[in-house]
DNA sequence: TACGGATGTGTGAACGTGCACACAGTAGGA
DNA sequence: TCCTACTGTGTGCACGTTCACACATCCGTA
């Protein structure tokens, strides 16, 4: 089958000419607007029979609105494929776009190449808004929507981002520092910490609500520093920690993958849990339930993060004021058995 | 801040009058073609002055051109989660994409709705061709992308697929048979299987190979029927196959996930693997070293999957003619512990 | 009889771009 | 001198849509 053409597809024109009325009385049928019922019908007839479908290009030319908003996955190849909560982000604003009849469109970004192309795709024309989750400090997509005054919502937010743009995220902070909290109180004294993704506002609030749940206790020796979210981090981390202090009894871990990760070196090291050390994750992610012992841990409400972003990015295409910039949704602990 | 309108932005018409050049000359600028250096330097000076940026959605129109490839991940949703595969697919044709200059955009299908809207997208000129993903038997976008001719790859392939849509995909067939040979090679005797998904190509193709290296062995009694690729319904399949057969002593698991889910059944069990029980899994996911113990498997090269659909719709859109319509990846035997 | 409103239909102009074409000037070769 | 080739620039048109406007008809009422 040859292919010389794209194949030509009918336009309103076509449609008009076939049901015999013009292109107003077309776009009417689509848009809303005075149509008889005959002409209506004769027209449906038509655009059925010569499967015509609008062109999303030429109407987001004219109407300067696509009816797409953008996700953009700012993450680097490892934490995309080990990070639970992305995918669960990502179906809750789908969902709540599609309800609203919007198409998401998710871009991912892994170089500095990507990171240009995108911005010149959301500036585009495109896309009416965008989701950003897990930007970086110093991202320069933040400035590229800030300077279009693109209808946007960060999920999580770099401590540089500007004031005006909204976003919604979890208290970092207090969950972590509620769930050491609790560390502490089945009786934990020696309380380490396996921080991750500290050029991010997630890690770096997750690391200080620990450091505020401990007050003078606090010892930065027993904090392990890794780069990602993922289980192998877990891992390297708990080594760290180990050797550091090998009469550690607690230990935080910034994610579940991490404490997944910790609990098959402690396992390794002959350590039990609960017994000797209690351990607690954090996004109540699906490796919390796989894990031996189950994990205790935070819930990370990842599906509402994505619909509140979408619902926040809708708004402001409807052009409702938003109140409250910033919007922060709640995080309950969930208890399981491993501390 | 008030947001009154979405901001005008620069066009080429601007651009030329800052310059005090034509349209055209703005264009040749950005598009190759006979232009003074002076007039160049000025034009250039210009848009970065007032900040220019094309708008896509007039070139797309015009050039029938958007330099954009659609992706459209076709899951549901504990699917997309717990599919390790999906997300390097993703980052194979990101990158090769990337490379040629084009935006991938990526469209969750979850709903019937989302089908529609995103066959409403796919034909309304934002993408050039599409990679679909694990599609379905009978799936509508099937339909919608053979109708439009527009030039697309599927990975995997529906058995109703049009002959001539292209696809690339990995010998699920014989894999599957290599697979269940090596467990037949360990001396297992009674070997049963976990399969799942099969409305699809891959769960029907790796149940066939599995069939096909028991031969007159073969007892459908001892293949347990799953949904998804999931970690739960590896736990579930596998108490189903403990059941029917306690004298089971090799498992054949659809997936990583699943073979991660009957390991955990078998340790509940008491079964030791491999000394009871051997266990393989297939795609070659992180589960297969984050399982204990680690798991003897089929590697699935998900992001050359990914890389090499990219490459058939890039060809198709330079026109190139593609030999064989269909493409087979190696899936080399990993062996680890399990079995 | 005339008028205002509701209903229904057609037409021209724009959205921002790229391309074909026209035009102008210079240079080289027959 | 004329023709052609090359470089450089401006202008009109089309892509497929929507929207504002003009027009046409019909009804009920002043």
Same mark, same amino acid.
């Given at each position: 089958m040859s292919r010389p053409q794209p194949q030509k597809r009918p336009t309103v $024109?076509?449609? &008009? !000419? !076939? &049901? /015999?009325? *013009?292109? /107003? #009385?077309?776009?009417?049928?689509?848009? /809303?607007?005075?149509? *008889? #019922?005959? @002409?209506?019908? !004769?027209?449906?007839? @038509?655009? *059925?029979?010569?499967?015509?479908?609008?062109?999303? @290009? &030429?109407? &987001?030319?004219?109407?300067?609105r696509s009816q797409a908003v953008a996700f953009v996955a700012h993450e680097p190849h490892s934490l995309f494929l080990d990070d639970p909560n992305i995918g669960s982000i990502m179906l809750g604003a789908n969902a709540a776009l599609s309800l609203a009849d919007h198409q998401m469109v998710s871009l991912v970004v892994e170089s500095a190449r990507d990171t240009e192309r995108v911005a010149r795709y959301l500036s585009g024309g495109f896309v009416d808004g965008a989701i950003v989750v897990s930007a970086r400090t110093k991202d320069p997509i933040i400035r590229v929507i800030s300077d279009l005054a693109l209808p946007a919502a960060f999920i999580g937010h770099p401590p540089d981002l500007d004031q005006n743009i909204p976003f919604? +995220?979890?208290?970092?902070? +207090?969950?972590?520092? !509620?769930?050491?909290? $609790?560390?502490? *109180?089945t009786g934990r004294r020696r309380i380490g910490m396996i921080a991750a993704a500290l050029d991010r506002d997630s890690g770096i609030d997750r690391l200080a609500g620990f450091r505020a749940a401990l007050g003078s206790v606090f010892d930065e020796d027993l904090v392990a520093d890794v780069p990602h979210y993922d289980y192998g981090s877990g891992v390297k981390g708990m080594r760290d920690l180990l050797e550091r202090e090998p009469a550690i009894d607690g230990v935080f871990a910034a994610s579940d993958a991490i404490a997944a990760g910790a609990l098959e070196t402690l396992r390794e090291a002959g350590r039990s849990v609960p017994g000797d050390v209690g351990v607690v994750g954090f996004d109540d992610s699906t490796w919390a339930v796989r894990c031996q012992p189950q994990l205790t841990t935070v819930h990370q409400p990842a599906k509402e993060l994505g619909s509140c972003a979408a619902q926040v990015v809708l708004r402001q295409l409807r052009g409702e004021h938003l109140d409250p910039v910033g919007q922060l949704l709640s995080t309950p602990l969930i208890l399981r058995d491993s501390a």
């Open positions: $024109h076509d449609i &008009a !000419a !076939a &049901a /015999g009325m *013009s292109r /107003g #009385t077309v776009s009417r049928v689509l848009n /809303g607007g005075y149509v *008889s #019922t005959e @002409a209506r019908a !004769a027209i449906e007839a @038509a655009m *059925s029979d010569l499967g015509y479908v609008p062109n999303n @290009a &030429a109407r &987001a030319l004219k109407m300067r919604v +995220g979890i208290d970092n902070v +207090g969950s972590a520092r !509620a769930i050491t909290e $609790h560390l502490l *109180s």
